[in-house]
């Protein structure tokens, strides 16, 4: 595993230099905090693996937070720095021995992570209050460990909407459920079953692989053999790329529908125009969201990295809000954070991109859209 330490005092993309796990107390070397010393957040994202692809809109869109504290006070009074470290849970060093290391050696102040919630379950038992871990991504609800602080969306707020305004538009019978195997997958699957339940609709079909299978057409061929009407997609990254250029292939968006919380605008791409007819996803943010708040982040984000930027989504833009989060955290709860957790979301007011406010009311929101890829872009087309 490589850890990589990103001074923002630099030019926006350098990179200090490289750091492996036999190199950490090294690295630590004068860093025992003291007032006015660097602010250090371990940045966890998957740098390789299924989720891989997603590294690059999650740093550049960390880095603008942090370049945004430090033109104020930091956070604390300190300059903040990244240290960025792979948490794929193909990476060579479990993520949760460089964490240990890390803390041990007073190298980090705080954690953000946008990583599968198997990761995030991993780490809790290792992080133990010792320092703040703020979890960025959508997850399958229900993390209340103290210490941890969970601000993506979950299913009852994502996926049950978007299913029920799917149901209203197409009217399906029946349903296909498939995703990677591990906690989110599942749990969104076992709420998704109940939804549909409910809406009187059955489940035809519910399967899960490993990481990383190659080749997904002879699982589309058992997915159409089913006459499932619509497929929930629940796969990771590159994991679902490969399932959309089978389904593309197959021309089976002549025959279902599918719909993706985790297909963001990177998979788009990644799976081609050809391959995405008929496919919906539902989310707190995309890039092309048109509101006041998008407006100013995307023009800080390209203003900062160009207009070659990674391209904006909802798990990149996460950890902008992650970042903003904790700065604010530590604000309202300087001295009890480590006795707080994810219910303490509503009274922590940070600087949020997928927030809509009101002056009139002097409210904040947090809404839900259902997009449909239009080529390899998203067009929203309901606010759920």
């Given amino acids: 595993m ?15 230099h490289r750091i492996m796990p036999s190199e950490l107390s090294d690295f630590a070397d004068g860093l025992t905090p003291m007032p006015g010393s660097t602010f250090r957040i371990a940045l966890l994202i998957p740098m390789c693996g299924s989720a891989g692809l997603w590294a690059p809109s999650c740093i550049s869109s960390a880095q603008v937070a942090v370049a945004q504290l430090n033109e104020a006070d930091g956070i604390s009074g300190r300059p903040v720095e990244l240290i960025m470290i792979d948490s ?18 007073r190298a980090i102040d705080a954690i953000v992570g946008m990583h599968i919630s198997a990761v995030r379950q991993n ?6 209050q ?38 209203e538009m197409h009217a399906i019978k029946s349903w296909a459920l498939i995703g990677n195997d591990y906690v989110w ?33 002879a699982i589309v061929e058992e997915l159409e053999r089913t006459n499932a009407e619509a497929v929930l997609i629940s796969l990771v990254g590159q994991d679902a790329i490969t399932f959309n250029r089978a389904f593309g292939s197959a021309g089976l968006h002549k025959k279902m529908i599918r719909l993706s919380c985790a297909i963001e605008e990177n998979g788009l791409l990644a799976s081609g125009a050809e ?6 996803s539902a989310s707190s943010y995309f890039g092309a969201l048109a ?4 407006a100013v982040f995307r023009e800080k984000y390209h203003s900062f990295h160009g207009e070659c930027a990674p391209v904006l989504n909802a798990l990149g833009q ?26 303490c979301l509503s009274h922590v007011d940070f600087s949020s991109v997928r927030a809509v406010s009101s002056k009139k009311e002097r409210t904040s929101r947090t809404p839900m859209y259902l997009a449909k890829a239009n080529g390899v872009v998203f067009e929203i087309i309901k606010t759920l």
């Avoid at 992650?322 to 707080?340: E, N, P, T, Y």
Wanted: charged fraction near 20%.
């Fill in 123 to 128: 780490l809790s038992k290792i992080v133990k």
């Fill in 318 to 343: 996460s950890t902008y809000e992650g970042v903003q989060f904790l700065a604010r955290l530590l604000q309202v709860h300087k001295d009890d954070w480590q006795m707080q957790n994810s219910e």
């Fill in 2 to 16: 490589t850890v990589t330490y990103y001074n923002p005092l630099l030019a926006p993309q350098s990179l200090a």
């Fill in 291 to 294: 509101t006041r708040e998008n």
């Fill in 88 to 105: 794929a849970i193909e990476a060579s060093t479990p993520v949760e021995e460089v964490i240990n290391s890390l803390i041990e050696i």
């Fill in 185 to 217: 997958p599942r749990a969104s699957n076992d709420y998704a079953k109940r939804k549909l339940k409910d809406l009187s609709v059955s489940v035809a079909f519910e399967k899960y692989t490993p990481f990383g299978v190659n080749d997904m057409s």
């Fill in 130 to 167: 010792r320092v703040p871990y703020i979890y960025t991504p959508l997850y399958e609800g229900g993390e209340n460990t103290k210490g941890i602080f969970a601000i993506g969306e979950t299913p009852d707020q994502q996926l049950g909407p978007a299913l029920e305004c799917l149901q």
């Fill in 275 to 280: 391959n995405l007819q008929e496919l919906y």
